[in-house]
């Protein structure tokens, strides 16, 4: 699966990317990953649900998230606070990954 995840915000106007493919990963890792994505029913969610819960909260990150899997594609775009767990806890992971991407 391709991800494609752009975060800012925060209390220091931060930006987070990360850009991979899960078959890149170490199995453990897309295991992991996979899990989360599976977990926040990201192709079941639509923007217009994602839009009717979100709310501008002080110092949140703002994130767009694309995943493309056997000609699926699907993109969101939510600020972190304003939505469910497990979507949440997906773009924490990935925003993770992405610092260990930029420091190594």
Not at 7 to 15: A, K, P, Q
Not at 26 to 31: H, L, M, N, S, V
Not at 61 to 70: D, I, N, V
Request: aromatic share 6%; proline share 4%.
């Amino acid at each position: 699966m391709r991800i494609d995840y752009q975060c800012s915000g925060g209390y220091g106007g931060l930006r987070f990317r990360y850009q991979g493919e899960t078959d890149a990963l170490p199995p453990a890792e897309a295991k992991v990953l996979l899990g989360l994505i599976e977990a926040a029913n990201i192709f079941d969610l639509t923007q217009a649900q994602l839009s009717k819960i979100s709310r501008r909260i002080p110092d949140d990150f703002a994130c767009r998230l694309t995943l493309s899997k056997a000609g699926k594609k699907k993109t969101l775009s939510f600020n972190e606070l304003a939505v469910p767990e497990n979507l949440r806890q997906l773009s924490v992971h990935l925003r993770k990954l992405a610092i260990k991407k930029q420091s190594g």
